[in-house]
Every structure is written in structure tokens, then in C-alpha cells.
Antibody, heavy 125, light 108 residues
Framework: EVQLVQSGAEVKKPGESLNISCKAS????????IGWVRQMPGKGLEWMGI????????RYSPSFQGQVTISADKSISTAYLQWSSLKASDTAMYYC??????????????????WGQGTLVTVSS | SYELTQPPSVSVSPGQTARITCSGD??????AYWYQQKSGQAPVLVIY???KRPSGIPERLSGSSSGTMATLTISGAQVEDEADYYC???????????FGGGTKLTVL
């Protein structure tokens, strides 16, 4: 059974750094992309980016490029989302999601298929 | 930046058919995916590659795509189908993946 278990809720101050995690089990961690999705309070889903743990190839949404860092430690089947300096606007629920990847004549497709339970990040002075 | 456009809300009575649309310029050439998110829960994939249903998803949920619009259809909607529904796809380059703004389905 595929499981993604995320780290617990965080309360931080603006300017602080933060690393949240997502531990995967039940599948081969190095052969699937894994990524992060943001959901601000009362708002919709926003795709942030993905990483391929096999070779650390990373893709970011332009909206999040330079704002966060996505990484993975394949030795412990864990993906991370990192901020170096949090802002109040980073307050949101963050979901990790395994991504299925397929090639078709129309291009390459990445889609979330299994999701973690979410990590609530609150940034407030 | 690429956008997928959904209606903010759709309302139907139990047993009626609900249709949720998703509009995007690249949809004639790119697959659409649909996610269901119930209150306080993580999203769940309900339709992939325009019209395929993952195992465990009820047959009353179906997907289609024509031109620049993808549609999620819930035939004989039930109270338990109340949720937010999001479409997901990529732009013509295949490099930028986005969710639509979401549609709140009310069944009452």
C-alpha cells in the first residue's frame, strides 16, 4: 500500500527557516516523481514542483521558483520542502503527492496520484 | 502564465446530473485530470487522461474533453459527492502544470 506521511504542523515567525518532510512507503521511491501542492486558507490547489529522487532532477512552477527548495533523500525515502526565510503569505496547507509520469505522442505527463495528509504551516509574528 | 478556468460553484438536487467544466487553451492537445477534495481532506484523483477512472471511483463519475473544454460529469449525484473539484493539466509546452481554480459542488 502506497503511503505518504508528512511531518506535523508548524508555527513560525516571519524570516525564520523551515523544512517539512514527506516519508514515502509501499513503492519504489527512486522510480516515481514526488512533489508539493500548496493550498492557502479557503483557496484552491497550487502546483509547486516535483523532484525525481533517482537523479534529483527537479522542476518548479514559475510561481515558486526561487521561493522554495524541493529535495529528496533516497536513503530514507523522504522528500522535503524548504524555506530559507518565511513570509506571512506562506501560511497554508502543504500536501506532498507522488506523481505518475507517462509519455504520449502529445508529450510527457506528470499527475499526482497518491497524496499525503497535509502539513499546516502558520507564519505569524 | 497558463490558466485553467472553472465555474466557482455548481448546484444540483440529489439524483440529477452535475457537469463541471474546465477551459484551457492547450486542452485540445493535452490531457485533463480531475481531483475531488472533501472538506478537511486531501484531494483524490477521480479522472485521469480525460476520461479514465481509477479503481474504486464510482461509475457515476465520468470525464470527457472536446476542444478547449474538459468536463467532469456526475450522473445521479449523491449527497456524498459534495466536494470541491479541481481540473489539472499542462500548457502547450508541457513544462507548466496547473490546477483550475476549483468548483464547489453542492448536492441538496
Amino acid at each position: 500500500e502506497v503511503q505518504l506521511v508528512q511531518s506535523g504542523a508548524e508555527v513560525k515567525k516571519p524570516g525564520e527557516s523551515l523544512n517539512i518532510s514527506c516519508k514515502a512507503s509501499g513503492y519504489s521511491f527512486t522510480t516515481y516523481w514526488i512533489g508539493w501542492v500548496r493550498q492557502m486558507p479557503g483557496k484552491g490547489l497550487e502546483w509547486m514542483g516535483i523532484i525525481y529522487p533517482g537523479d534529483s532532477d527537479t522542476r518548479y512552477s514559475p510561481s515558486f521558483q526561487g521561493q522554495v527548495t524541493i529535495s529528496a533523500d533516497k536513503s530514507i525515502s523522504t522528500a522535503y520542502l524548504q524555506w530559507s526565510s518565511l513570509k506571512a503569505s506562506d501560511t497554508a496547507m502543504y500536501y506532498c503527492a507522488r506523481h505518475n509520469s507517462r509519455y504520449y505522442s502529445s508529450g510527457r505527463y506528470f499527475n499526482p496520484d497518491y497524496w499525503g495528509q497535509g502539513t499546516l504551516v502558520t507564519v505569524s509574528s | 502564465s497558463y490558466e485553467l478556468t472553472q465555474p466557482p460553484s455548481v448546484s444540483v438536487s440529489p439524483g440529477q446530473t452535475a457537469r463541471i467544466t474546465c477551459s484551457g487553451d492547450a486542452l485540445p492537445k493535452k490531457y485533463a485530470y480531475w481531483y475531488q477534495q472533501k472538506s478537511g481532506q486531501a484531494p483524490v484523483l477521480v479522472i485521469y487522461e480525460d476520461s479514465k477512472r481509477p479503481s474504486g471511483i464510482p461509475e457515476r463519475l465520468s470525464g470527457s474533453s472536446s476542444g478547449t473544454m474538459a468536463t467532469l460529469t456526475i450522473s445521479g449525484a449523491q449527497v456524498e459527492d459534495e466536494a470541491d473539484y479541481y481540473c489539472y493539466s499542462t500548457d502547450s509546452s508541457g513544462n507548466h502544470w496547473v490546477f483550475g481554480g476549483g468548483t464547489k459542488l453542492t448536492v441538496l
